[in-house]
């Protein structure tokens, strides 16, 4: 039931400061501002890789999992599509475990790379939306997402909570390793409890982005640019605009720039900036003047920091509140899902049900 929202994916865009909310709960332990004590089917002090495999916005959900769980519990962290996995004869490390990200459970080629770690005797947990999925009988351990049934073929609830968990891992293996210490783990937890509250004010900005999103679905290329978790989130804010608009996109390591898509810059594509105030805002900006100087558009979301020390001009710039670090991802994932849900309502798409595409892809 769609309730008042026109479709299920507004309806699951609004359910995010909830189900992230009840998602991180199941995890830290914000009364004592500590990790939960989960079970889990390896030891993160004794890991020395771990395998993290999945595809579509589960697999960028994964990268940004591979930034925090490197940063905070240096541990290193191998991610691939789950395609490229199953097929690559990649040599297994010792004392390393896998980890699989899948919303429905059931996606063919996550499975097989399940199936692969399992063969060559890995300990394996699996984050997944659906409890009764192949993914998660297979797995030794489950950490559930509790989104609540994900109906839009464009994954957005799902995404959030699956960066919920894997912070809320992040923050596990950090203590486990030793690397993070208990005032650490308290503020980082004490941070994560500011998620939904925070997702909840992105959400007042849906009127200014559904004017944006007027002039942006005039447009036939977009192109995406973010640094570190917010490269990750370029690729994602592409991939759902170039799902349910067919507005073609691609989203850059902004650091990228200039090693190609550079040549592809003129007042025709928009260059949609994701940057928040952080120690490489600098950087990111130094790539808006390079758009800039070859006539590009930028549309930058980013905070009041950044909004004000950014010295370039603008299209638009989506103002987002300061957010701590760890959570970065998890509110800057709001408004790339409603630009590329309001762009795709002005063209008229099937929002819910975008052509030649399946919620669920059971087949290679
Ligand atoms: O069910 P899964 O999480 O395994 O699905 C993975 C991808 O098929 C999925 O995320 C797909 O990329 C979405 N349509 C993206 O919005």
């Excluded at 063969?119 to 009988?137: D, Q």
Aim: aromatic share 8%; net charge negative.
């Amino acid at each position: 039931d769609k309730g008042n929202y026109r479709h299920f994916m507004e309806k699951e865009i609004y359910e995010q400061p909830e189900v992230v909310s009840h998602t991180l709960a199941n995890y830290l332990d914000f009364a004592n501002s500590k990790v939960k004590e989960f079970s889990l089917p390896f030891d993160f002090a004794k890991l020395d890789r771990l395998y993290v495999s999945a595809c579509g916005t589960a697999y960028l959900a994964g990268l940004v999992g591979k930034y925090w769980i490197e940063r905070y519990a240096r541990l290193p962290v191998d991610i691939d599509i789950a395609s490229e996995f199953r097929y690559r004869e990649l040599p297994i490390t010792k004392n390393s475990a896998a980890l699989f990200i899948s919303q429905s459970g059931e996606t063919a080629d996550t499975l097989a790379s399940l199936r692969y770690c399992r063969s060559e005797g890995l300990p394996i947990g699996a984050i997944v939306n659906v409890r009764e999925s192949t993914i998660a009988r297979e797995s030794d351990a489950v950490f559930p997402t509790l989104a609540g049934p994900e109906i839009g073929v464009a994954s957005t609830k799902a995404f959030t909570c699956q960066l919920s968990v894997l912070a809320a891992l992040a923050v596990r293996a950090a203590v486990a390793r030793g690397t993070v210490d208990a005032a650490q783990e308290a503020q980082l937890v004490r941070e994560l409890s500011e998620a939904p509250g925070l997702a909840h004010q992105v959400l007042k900005l849906a009127s200014q982005i559904e004017r944006l999103a007027r002039d942006l679905s005039q447009y036939k290329h977009v192109l995406y640019l973010g640094r570190d978790t917010n490269f990750p989130l370029a690729m994602e804010g592409a991939l759902k605009l170039k799902e349910i608009s067919y507005i073609h996109a691609e989203g850059y390591a902004a650091g990228e720039l200039k090693h190609g898509p550079i040549a592809l810059i003129d007042e025709k594509m928009p260059v949609i900036v994701i940057a928040p105030h952080d120690r490489i805002f600098e950087k990111t900006v130094s790539n808006m003047q390079e758009v800039a100087a070859r006539g590009g558009k930028i549309i930058l979301i980013t905070d009041a920091k950044g909004a004000a020390e950014s010295t370039v001009d603008t299209l638009a710039t989506i103002v987002v509140p300061d957010v701590p670090e760890i959570i970065s991802p998890i509110i800057y994932a709001l408004p790339i899902q409603l630009l590329a849900y309001y762009t795709a309502v002005f063209i008229g798409t099937d929002v819910d049900q975008p052509r030649n595409l399946a919620k669920s892809v059971t087949v290679e």
